[in-house]
């Protein structure tokens, strides 16, 4: 259960207006509007469907799902390990800096924020992925891990959202209708999530993989990644 402090806690982590430069980075979504493979909202919908079901942010949640528990356990070594095996994750140089980035961004709001925190972050090391960085403040703020999972897939389906209205062009309704058709997969997705053991990690996202390692190569660019 959440307490409404817990709840708090979760609605300024998984918060578009988080100072981590999550608005920046389109995980690819911008050379696939380019190049017309996504053009409508429907097509929207189906990649991040796609995404949910068989793509890296499932990966992403569950190691955020082990810095959690890491933390919790004042495990800092495998914190570390885990830091390491997802940057190794990351198929191309985009996606590593995209995580990275916010992930130092986030760190670093959480050491200002919780001078305690410090201790970990010093242990996790620089590159800090934004999935550990999110896993060690659910830990810390003491949210439910659950709700944890389903605030961190809601806001990559957010900022996903928010930059498809923008390149497709899409008009902000049909974006908060998607979001909401969106609704059951992510609860589907978070439970999955939580199951995985660690020798089931895997995804299948060359899509999302090829889209990023073009998008470098775009004659013009609104987004980072």
């Given at each position: 259960?959440l307490?409404?402090s817990n ?7 998984s ?12 995980e690819?979504?911008?050379t696939l ?5 996504i053009?409508?909202?429907?097509h ?12 890296a942010?499932?990966?992403e ?17 495998t914190?570390?390990?885990?830091n390491?095996?997802?940057?190794a ?5 985009e ?20 001078p305690?925190i410090?201790p970990i ?7 800090c ?7 060690v403040?659910?830990?810390?703020w003491?949210i ?11 806001s990559?389906a ?9 390149l ?13 058709e969106?609704?059951?997969?992510l ?15 895997s ?12 998008h470098e190569t ?5 987004f980072?990644?």
């Amino acid at each position: 259960m959440l307490t409404d402090s817990n709840l708090l806690f979760l609605l300024q982590l998984s918060s578009p207006a988080l100072p981590v430069g999550a608005y920046s980075y389109s995980e690819g979504l911008e050379t696939l509007v380019e190049n017309g493979t996504i053009a409508t909202q429907d097509h929207l919908k189906h990649w991040l469907e796609m995404e949910l079901r068989y793509g890296a942010i499932r990966l992403e949640a569950a190691v955020m799902v082990r810095a959690y528990q890491s933390t919790k356990k004042n495990d800092l070594k495998t914190l570390s390990d885990w830091n390491f095996w997802l940057s190794a994750a990351r198929e191309t140089e985009e996606l590593r800096a995209s995580s990275s980035g916010m992930g130092r961004s986030l760190m670093r709001l959480l050491i200002e924020l919780q001078p305690q925190i410090a201790p970990i972050a010093n242990a996790v090391g620089n590159p800090c992925n934004y999935a550990i960085a999110f896993g060690v403040a659910a830990a810390h703020w003491q949210i439910n891990m659950q709700a944890a999972v389903l605030g961190y897939l809601h806001s990559w389906a957010i900022n996903l959202i928010t930059s498809g209205v923008k390149l497709i062009p899409l008009g902000h309704t049909a974006g908060q209708q998607l979001l909401l058709e969106l609704h059951s997969l992510l609860s589907t997705t978070t439970v999955e999530v939580l199951s995985l053991e660690d020798d089931e990690l895997s995804c299948c996202s060359w899509g999302l993989s090829l889209a990023s390692m073009k998008h470098e190569t775009l004659y013009t660019r609104l987004f980072r990644s």
